[in-house]
């Protein structure tokens, strides 16, 4: 699609007056928010190192955990993050091309599938808190395998890990449908064209990166057995 005379105009209202020019910001936006996600990787990389050492350490006692996972609603809330990482793909493609009106739309259907995985693991959050498998002094657990018991302080790291990675997942999750609603904000408003997109690549880039640390999370704590007495 040709860059219009008011695209180009967007464009250099745009640029910040320490860049020489778009393509100079284009790139930097897009080191920085990749530097991000590496200082996010790490940070979640802890997460998973001191999972899969109590695993190795209590592996039963994670299996008795993953027990208690409602199978379906996990796979379900895949299944919803999938599908945003493809609306929001979309979504960037259509601002790269112009599109406002079919970027707004795209991402209007990615916010309402992360506010579905919210509202998904507000109900397994809920179904914990009732059966008691929230970390702390009331924490109770009953070993479903009778014949295998296992030390319920065992069991306990696994929900502390379990809470803490989903928590933070979650919290993830919020400020990404945030930063998506300003983007269809601003959007509206005519900030982005052909010439000038990256406020929607970036958060695409976050986008994705919260959805992939979930298709980690699915089999880390979910999928750990082939038995599953939730569903």
Same mark, same amino acid.
């Given at each position: 699609?040709?860059?219009?005379?008011?695209?180009?105009?967007?464009?250099? =209202?745009?640029?910040?007056? $320490?860049?020489?020019?778009?393509?100079?910001?284009?790139?930097?936006?897009?080191?920085?928010? +990749?530097?991000?996600?590496?200082?996010?990787?790490?940070?979640?990389?802890?997460?998973?190192?001191?999972?899969?050492?109590?695993?190795?350490?209590?592996?039963?006692?994670?299996?008795?955990?993953?027990?208690?996972?409602?199978? +379906?609603?996990?796979?379900?809330?895949?299944?919803?993050?999938?599908?945003?990482?493809?609306?929001?793909?979309?979504?960037?493609?259509?601002?790269?091309?112009?599109?406002?009106?079919?970027?707004?739309?795209?991402?209007?259907?990615?916010?309402?599938?992360?506010?579905?995985?919210?509202?998904?693991?507000?109900?397994?959050? $809920?179904?914990?808190?009732?059966? =008691?498998?929230?970390?702390?002094?009331?924490?109770?657990?009953?070993?479903?395998?009778?014949?295998?018991?296992?030390?319920?302080? =065992?069991?306990?790291?696994?929900?502390?890990?379990? +809470?803490?990675?989903?928590?933070? $997942?979650?919290? =993830?999750?919020?400020?990404?449908?945030?930063?998506?609603?300003?983007?269809?904000?601003?959007?509206?408003?005519?900030?982005?064209?052909?010439?000038?997109?990256?406020?929607?690549?970036?958060?695409?880039?976050? +986008?994705?990166?919260?959805?992939?640390?979930?298709?980690?999370?699915?089999?880390?704590?979910?999928?750990?057995?082939?038995? $599953?007495?939730?569903?």
């Amino acid at each position: 699609m040709a860059t219009s005379d008011m695209d180009i105009q967007v464009a250099e =209202h745009a640029l910040q007056h $320490h860049f020489a020019d778009m393509e100079q910001q284009q790139e930097t936006s897009t080191f920085g928010m +990749w530097m991000f996600l590496l200082t996010e990787i790490m940070f979640f990389g802890g997460l998973f190192c001191a999972y899969l050492v109590y695993r190795a350490s209590y592996y039963q006692a994670f299996v008795e955990g993953s027990q208690k996972m409602n199978i +379906w609603l996990g796979a379900t809330n895949t299944a919803v993050l999938i599908c945003s990482s493809l609306t929001m793909a979309l979504g960037v493609r259509a601002a790269q091309t112009g599109r406002r009106k079919l970027m707004v739309v795209l991402l209007l259907i990615t916010i309402l599938f992360g506010l579905g995985f919210l509202g998904i693991k507000a109900i397994e959050y $809920h179904e914990h808190w009732e059966n =008691h498998e929230f970390p702390g002094p009331n924490f109770h657990f009953q070993t479903i395998d009778k014949t295998a018991p296992v030390d319920p302080q =065992h069991t306990e790291i696994y929900f502390s890990l379990y +809470w803490a990675m989903t928590g933070l $997942h979650a919290l =993830h999750m919020v400020i990404g449908v945030g930063l998506v609603a300003w983007i269809i904000i601003i959007g509206l408003g005519g900030a982005f064209t052909p010439a000038y997109f990256t406020p929607v690549e970036v958060v695409g880039l976050y +986008w994705h990166f919260v959805d992939l640390v979930w298709i980690y999370l699915f089999p880390l704590l979910y999928l750990i057995s082939k038995k $599953h007495g939730g569903g």
